[in-house]
């Protein structure tokens, strides 16, 4: 087979920083995709020069230099409240909170329900992937029962340590109207980049909070191929996790 | 805003569309391998950026153009150019 060489733009969303590719996350991290979809649902939305995008700590943090829109790096479980305080300084941006598991439903758990039960005009986007990815792999609120981590080797025992997070039946049970809370997965990429897309708006036409959980692969701390990683993403995690939209507002009333 | 930078691709011709790959850009994670709905994508003996092995293809004129692997690629290594119509 010949191969030739030929110089061609790679096919990236418009607004990636095309400097800092290829990124920093592990090869076949789900964080690239939902990344990806968000650079396209932004491009798609025609709003680069108005987005802040806040990063937790954690693997997401690595996503600092990612965009080329303005960005900030916040405390461990506090990028919802910081992205929270820039949008009520500043409504006409558009605030994108970044984090993960452990950034959302633990350390930062507090500060999701409470910006959920306010109806913070703000997107926040979880990455869920079962574990503490960047630590190395323990057990995370998200972890699947009998799943094994650095920290339960024998496998998840939800006697001792509970069922894993439902995050968006949680923030929808307390949201109110106005709010929009979706999970999608990484293994239907379309669907995800319209829930994406749907979040922003949400938040641009002024609505309340929008919450979407995406559903994502850690090969690395799986310790799983590809072949592996895909049927955990589709099959062990869909199960538990179901994929949808929870809370969908409904028609605005006419001013 | 810039325009992405031009990189060098490895460039597969088929019927349908041509397989590009960029080196530089592919992890050799193996996701598009299991997307691939033809099964036409295998491990290249060209390195990627991590010294890992890339992908090719092993019949691109088999190849339907329907860009599962250029969406499932979290880098965006890979960029599928449809073949124009004659």
């Known amino acids: ?255 | 805003m810039a325009e992405v930078a031009k990189k060098t691709a490895l460039t597969q011709d088929g019927k349908k569309a041509s397989f590009n790959l960029f080196p530089e850009l592919c992890k050799g994670c193996g996701l598009c391998i299991q997307k691939c709905p033809v099964k036409i994508i295998v491990w290249s003996t060209d390195l990627g950026v991590y010294g890992t092995p890339a992908v090719c293809t092993n019949d691109q004129d088999k190849c339907i153009a329907c860009k599962n692997c250029e969406m499932v690629c979290p880098d965006a290594a890979i960029r599928i150019v449809k073949t124009e119509e004659k």
């Open chain 1, 1 to 255: 087979m010949t191969r030739e060489k030929v110089a061609l733009a790679p096919h990236m969303p418009k607004c990636w920083n095309p400097d800092t590719k290829p990124h920093k996350f592990c090869p076949g991290c789900g964080h690239g995709l939902a990344l990806k979809m968000l650079g396209e649902a932004i491009d798609e939305l025609g709003i680069q020069d108005k987005v802040v995008f806040g990063c937790d700590i954690g693997c997401s943090l690595l996503a600092w230099d990612f965009f080329n829109v303005d960005s900030v790096q916040t405390h461990h479980g506090r990028t919802t409240p910081v992205i929270t305080g820039i949008k009520r300084a500043r409504p006409e941006i558009i605030g994108i909170a970044y984090m993960g598991d452990g950034g959302g439903y633990a350390i930062g758990a507090q500060h999701l329900v409470n910006s959920a039960t306010r109806n913070e005009k703000v997107t926040a986007i979880l990455i869920n992937n079962t574990n503490y990815g960047m630590t190395g792999g323990q057990m995370a609120p998200t972890t699947l029962p009998g799943q094994k981590t650095e920290t339960t080797p024998y496998g998840r025992d939800p006697k001792e340590t509970g069922y894993p997070t439902l995050g968006p039946e949680m923030v929808a049970a307390i949201a109110r109207e106005g709010a929009y809370v979706a999970r999608g997965s990484i293994s239907n990429l379309r669907q995800l980049k319209k829930y994406l897309k749907k979040a922003i708006q949400n938040q641009m036409d002024g609505n309340g909070f929008s919450f979407v959980e995406v559903l994502s692969s850690c090969p690395t701390n799986w310790r799983t191929n590809a072949e592996a990683t895909w049927s955990f993403v589709e099959k062990d995690m869909a199960e538990y996790f179901h994929v949808g939209e929870f809370k969908v507002p409904g028609l605005k009333e006419e001013k």
